[in-house]
């Protein structure tokens, strides 16, 4: 396979490609490449945090007391940071690239938020599990998650007063879109959610004294409906394929939708529901290589930022630099601006987001400086930034440039351009970068990924 | 001190020193064809409850939908034989004495959206409820009478879609300085000082370079323009009292920003509504009332028009959870010192005429409030801005 797809494949399929795996995998062709990221991907690990400290609370002492109640929530929320930065380092460090990015990808398309460690870590893990499965089961799944029960407020859905809101979000955002059913389908399959409720742990409850027997007509059948059977009718409508594939090839392929792409992606979605299928088909597809596609996606911060440090290996000494960045750069995991999630693409980048993505892998790596000097000047201070390197005052990392030295010793620095930069360099740019001083590897690093071209895949 | 350095802070000492005060007199008023006059967009994310922040006490049917969150009589600022504020909307009511506040009901849209990210949209792009714009009104007025980001500013860490147009975006920022210093790199100068290709995708690439250019220069004019501006009057110490303390401190700068941006967010009160909802409210009119008093101090408050809305109002009646769930029409406030007849522009709607979902039906188009605003207030071409022409109201 030729170095260029498999950069674009892991670009996309993952965070980036390391130069010896680059190296092993042109020996091989597009279906065992594809293959082996599958094959890897094969069983989910499951993403844990230590919580014993939490677990002495019963349901019965919070109740009962205020202040515990307090407390719990304190310490759960303390605990849902230190999830987020080990998620973030399960990203960087892990070799199950495919299921990772499917689980980032289904986080924020079932986008949910709470503040209970267990619901979220459960939710989360139900995620990465459902990620390459079956689509209906994972909608199902979903819909009984606690974290979510509480989010789109089902647990306030009841017979006597139904909440509506759990039944529009699953059409307009997690199934179908917008404009493919009426206020009334809202109304009658939100009685088919009522009752959805969790116990303390997390466990799924129906609690059947809220729940609406009744009939309900929906999309025009009328029957004694639950919500595992309103989640079925939808997926008998070919448009839950269409919006699901859709989202994919935006996410995936390109944000400029070739619809006759977004078809055959439905057809082949639409047959099982399977994910792993529709994902095998559109790694081996042709197109999915073409041209215009490879460098064209603005990465997300996430992205950009694990992409980083998959680079070179960056460890932080502390949790709150590791959500401080996101935060910045506008992508918080675990915590997602609305029900609608991230929009991604150009909407990452503005005057504000553009200057700090620009200035982060010098902030990180280089003591916030770029090397500006010029062929033919002076070895001079900028050694002097590496020595200085545990100051750093914006964030206090411990950078493992050996590793990025040992990595990269067999590429010159041509191919170190090649593999940090997708995209083609803009004429001004590949013209500056020719007049640097090409004394380090470091350095070039650095100043490769201060350009606008490392924001792209 | 290096040469270039000294040459700066020597021309910054000489434009604090030698330049004669009606000069910089005159530069604080008008400078460009934009016109001196501001617009101040405050959202209420989540959408307000707006029953529960201009209570129509006399209705019974308000008190039957609402048997355990309606708000008791004794408890509400009445200001009409029908209507009465929040009591955490006391600095309000003092605006609405002055004749500095117009409230407008029952605004919303035709087949109105409960989704909180499509009704933002809605509002944000003036779009029709079945209508899916990718710009934003203040975008698209930028597009056609502005020509630099910071002719529209966010105080945020990101940009709303409302401020975003076709060929030009505004841009965000809650702390000028921090802005500043990230944009100033050498290293980013010599890349953009080589950048030269025109012709790149406008999509990604060629965005992300144009932003980057952008953002230097304005980066640079809004930190230089801070500060020179100081505040007059202690803000509540909250997030959103700091967005509008920097929209003062940047209005009283005299920048060439004709529309500025904030929001508080957490009114969507599904669940516990009353405690919730008040908390917001007493930091939305405390934080207000000391904007409007340090603007007034500084002689600006005159040319500020300051209008509020929320993407959505709440359902009549109330839901289990002692909360309310998505609804429709709601109130807008507009707060400024020229209005024509500044108090209720219009009658509550009646709460038992409701719409399908239970919701009060809309009386007021809030285009028509964007339509007025950008002829009346700011002296544009409205229907250009919004695709369409709506009725002018007359309350400036």
Not at chain 1, 218 to 237: A, K, P, S
Not at chain 1, 328 to 336: A, H, T, Y
Not at chain 1, 423 to 445: A, M, V, W
Not at chain 2, 175 to 189: A, G, H, I, M, W
Request: with cysteine; aromatic share 12%.
């Amino acid at each position: 396979m030729k170095q260029q797809d498999i950069q674009h494949l892991y670009w996309r399929a993952g965070f980036g490609v390391t130069p010896d795996l680059l190296n092993n995998l042109s020996n091989l062709d597009k279906h065992q490449v594809v293959n082996e990221l599958f094959q890897k991907s094969s069983r989910p690990s499951r993403l844990e945090i230590d919580t014993s400290e939490l677990e002495h609370y019963t349901l019965k002492s919070l109740l009962k007391n205020k202040s515990k109640r307090r407390e719990f929530i304190t310490k759960s929320t303390d605990k849902l940071k230190v999830f987020n930065t080990l998620w973030v380092n399960r990203l960087v460090t892990t070799d199950e690239l495919l299921r990772e990015k499917m689980t980032l990808f289904w986080a924020n398309h079932f986008v949910c938020r709470d503040t209970n460690i267990f619901h979220i870590q459960q939710y989360n893990n139900t995620i990465r599990n459902n990620a390459l499965g079956d689509f209906g089961d994972f909608v199902k799944a979903i819909s009984k998650e606690a974290a979510m029960i509480k989010y789109l407020n089902n647990k306030q859905n009841r017979k006597q007063k139904p909440n509506e809101n759990f039944a529009r979000e699953l059409m307009e955002l997690f199934t179908l879109g917008e404009g493919h059913y009426t206020e009334e389908d809202i109304k009658e399959s939100a009685r088919a959610f009522t009752g959805y409720s969790h116990d303390f742990e997390g466990e799924f409850v129906l609690r059947k004294r809220r729940h609406d027997y009744g009939f309900k007509t929906f999309f025009d059948h009328t029957g004694r409906y639950d919500g595992d059977d309103i989640i079925d009718m939808i997926l008998e409508q070919k448009q839950c394929a269409r919006f699901i594939c859709r989202k994919i090839y935006s996410y995936f392929v390109n944000e400029i939708i070739d619809e006759h792409k977004v078809e055959e992606l439905a057809t082949v979605f639409y047959k099982d529901y399977n994910i792993e299928n529709l994902m095998r088909h559109l790694f081996m597809s042709d197109w999915f290589y073409d041209e215009v596609h490879i460098g064209s996606k603005i990465k997300s911060p996430i992205e950009f930022l694990v992409g980083m440090t998959r680079t070179v290996p960056v460890e932080f000494k502390k949790t709150k630099d590791v959500l401080k960045i996101q935060k910045l750069l506008g992508q918080i995991l675990l915590n997602p601006p609305n029900v609608a999630g991230w929009k991604g693409g150009k909407s990452w980048i503005d005057s504000n987001t553009i200057m700090l993505r620009l200035k982060l892998p010098s902030i990180l790596l280089a003591n916030a400086k770029i090397s500006i000097k010029e062929k033919g000047e002076f070895k001079d201070s900028f050694e002097k930034y590496y020595s200085k390197k545990n100051e750093n005052r914006f964030v206090s990392v411990k950078i493992d440039w050996e590793t990025f030295e040992k990595r990269y010793s067999n590429s010159s620095f041509d191919d170190l351009k090649h593999q940090l930069i997708i995209p083609e360099l803009s004429d001004g740019t590949k013209t500056y970068l020719k007049t640097l001083s090409q004394n380090s590897k470091r350095n070039f690093c650095v100043q490769l990924m201060s350009l606008p071209e490392y924001q792209m895949c | 001190m290096d040469r270039r350095h000294f040459l700066k802070q020597s021309t910054l000492a000489s434009s604090l020193f030698f330049v004669p005060n009606f000069v910089k007199a005159f530069e604080n008023l008008s400078t460009t064809s934009l016109g001196y006059k501001r617009l101040v967009i405050i959202q209420l994310a989540g959408g307000n409850d707006g029953l529960n922040t201009i209570i129509p006490f006399n209705n019974d049917v308000y008190y039957r939908n609402r048997p355990t969150i309606g708000i008791q009589k004794k408890e509400i600022i009445k200001v009409t034989d029908e209507l009465g504020f929040h009591s955490n909307l006391l600095p309000l009511k003092k605006l609405y004495d002055q004749g500095h506040l117009t409230i407008i009901n029952n605004v919303g849209y035709p087949n109105p959206n409960r989704s909180h990210f499509r009704s933002t949209d809605i509002w944000q792009t003036a779009s029709n409820s079945d209508q899916y714009l990718q710009t934003g009104w203040i975008g698209r007025y930028l597009d056609e009478y502005g020509n630099k980001p910071y002719n529209a500013i966010e105080i945020d860490d990101s940009l709303s879609l409302a401020l975003k147009g076709q060929n030009i975006n505004g841009i965000a920022t809650k702390n000028p300085e921090v802005l500043f210093r990230t944009s100033q790199d050498p290293y980013f100068k010599n890349v953009l000082d080589h950048y030269q290709d025109e012709h790149l995708s406008e999509h990604n690439l060629g965005y992300l370079y144009k932003t980057m250019i952008a953002a230097e220069s304005s980066a640079k004019y809004i930190f230089e323009k801070h500060k020179t501006a100081s505040n007059k009057q202690e803000y509540p110490n909250n997030e959103f009292a700091n967005q509008l303390k920097t929209t003062s401190k940047l209005i009283n700068s005299g920048i060439e920003t004709k529309v500025f941006y904030s929001s508080l967010g957490g009114f969507d009160t599904h669940v516990g509504q009353l405690n919730k909802q008040s908390r917001l409210l007493k930091i939305y009119a405390e934080s207000v009332e000391a904007f409007v008093s340090d603007l007034k101090e500084q002689g600006t408050f005159n040319d500020t028009l300051i209008l509020t809305f929320s993407e959505f109002g709440r359902r009549v009646k109330q839901n289990a959870a002692n909360g309310t769930d998505h609804g429709a029409a709601s109130n807008v406030f507009i707060i400024g010192n020229q209005f024509k007849t500044p108090g209720f522009y219009n009658d509550l709607s009646s709460l038992s005429n409701l719409d399908d979902n239970g919701d009060l039906k809309y009386s007021v188009d809030f285009r028509s409030i964007y339509a007025t605003v950008l002829r009346k207030w700011l002296g544009v071409e409205d229907k250009t801005i919004l695709n369409k022409n709506f009725t002018k109201l007359d309350f400036i």
